[in-house]
Every structure is written in structure tokens, then in C-alpha cells.
């Protein structure tokens, strides 16, 4: 069980830059999660997908933030022209989509905007 | 809009007390309840779940209460042990499948 994979562990980048993340879901789950978490807070949503399908995208999303899942197995978040507001850190998630499947998280990216 | 809360930030029980952590909901269309533990550095982990129809469901240690009429949960933990240590957060299922979760509680177990 290789479990949810997040690359890198670690992003420092500067304000304006852009910045991508990798996750790795458990290779069986057709559900994959991204939540965002900050000091003192509980992830907050931020979209997921069913297999390749984006099924909902949060408020919390501007147009600055995509996500992706090609191919229905890894998925890539990218922020544009980051701010020191995106600093947090970026936990992705994977399930079953049948049934109740409870999310299995990865242990982060955490990305500081200097 | 803070669906699922936590009200309590911090808790400290003595090592073989029992440890009760608790949460509050608004949604009353949520089907599933769950409890992640969290080390620093590390993704939450799940711990036990319960159905809406369900008013207890116990695993070893940790048993989960659900009151529905009060839309109140709780989490036992019984005997409490050092590595219990760690954030708890309560989380709640959508009927769309997001997973919404509260704000934690510190748990410090004390030798």
C-alpha cells in the first residue's frame, strides 16, 4: 500500500511566480480531493475529481488556481502569479467513489510565497 | 459559514482518563461523520466514521456518539495514551461527497 503520494514536500517561490504540485492517489480510488490548510484551521475544500471529470470547484478557487486529471489517475494543482495569501499548506486526498469511502491524505505540500 | 465546529481549540487529559472531544453541525442534509487525527507534518489520518442513522459506532479504543436532535457528536477516547497527542478534527459528509471539516481541537495527553 503505497498510499497518497504529494511532490514536492516543500515549495518557497516568489510572489508572482508560478507554481505546480503533483499528487499520487491510491492506484484504486477514482475520487481525488485537493484541500488547502492554514495555521489554526481545518482543510478547506478546494475541488475534486471523479476519474477526469472536475466535479466542483470551491469559491475559494480564484482563476489563478487549476487543477488537472488528464488521465484520471495523478493530478497537478498550479497557482498563477502567487501571492503571499496562497502561503498554506496544499493537502490532496483520494476514495472510492462507491459507497462511503472515507479520504485517505497525502502529507502535504507546503508552499511559502516570500 | 462554518458547518461543522469545534469549539474547544485545546484539551488536556491525564494519561488513562478518558479523552472526549467534541463537535457541532448546522447541516442537517449530511449522511456520514468522521475524525481525522493529525501529527505536525504529516496529512490527517482517519480514525472511525458513523452513519447519520447510526447513534454509536465503536472501534478499540475511540467510540464516536452522534445526536441528531442536538446535531452534536462526540469522540471518546478510552484510555487515553501519549501518542494520542495530535489534532482531532471532526469532518462531515455532503450528499455531493465533499468532505467538510471543522476547525480541530489540540489534544495534550499528560503523563
Known amino acids: 500500500d503505497t498510499g497518497v503520494s504529494q511532490n514536492p514536500r516543500h515549495k518557497i517561490t516568489k510572489r508572482g511566480q508560478n507554481v505546480t504540485f503533483r499528487c499520487d492517489p491510491i492506484s484504486e480510488h477514482n475520487r481525488l480531493y485537493w484541500y488547502r490548510q492554514t495555521l489554526g484551521q481545518g482543510p478547506e475544500f478546494l475541488t475534486y475529481?471523479?476519474?477526469?471529470?472536475?466535479?466542483?470547484k470551491s469559491r475559494l478557487l480564484s482563476d489563478r488556481f487549476s487543477a488537472e486529471r488528464p488521465k484520471g489517475s495523478f493530478s497537478t494543482l498550479e497557482i498563477q502569479r502567487t501571492e503571499q495569501g496562497d502561503s498554506a499548506m496544499y493537502l490532496c486526498a483520494s476514495s472510492l467513489a462507491s459507497g462511503f469511502s472515507p479520504l485517505h491524505f497525502g502529507n502535504g505540500t507546503r508552499l511559502t510565497v516570500t | 459559514d462554518q458547518q461543522v465546529k469545534q469549539n474547544s481549540p485545546s484539551l488536556s487529559v491525564q494519561e488513562g482518563r478518558i479523552s472526549i472531544l467534541n463537535c457541532d453541525y448546522t447541516n442537517s442534509m449530511f449522511d456520514y461523520f468522521l475524525w481525522y487525527k493529525k501529527y505536525p507534518a504529516e496529512g490527517p489520518t482517519f480514525l472511525i466514521s458513523i452513519s447519520s442513522i447510526k447513534d454509536k459506532n465503536e472501534d478499540g479504543r475511540f467510540t464516536v456518539f452522534l445526536n441528531k436532535s442536538a446535531k452534536h457528536l462526540s469522540l471518546h477516547i478510552v484510555p487515553s495514551q501519549p501518542g494520542d497527542s495530535a489534532v482531532y478534527f471532526c469532518?462531515?459528509?455532503?450528499?455531493?461527497?465533499?468532505?467538510?471539516f471543522g476547525k480541530g481541537t489540540r489534544l495534550h495527553i499528560l503523563p
Open positions: 469532518a462531515a459528509r455532503n450528499r455531493d461527497d465533499k468532505i467538510i
Open positions: 475529481f471523479q476519474n477526469e471529470a472536475q466535479l466542483e
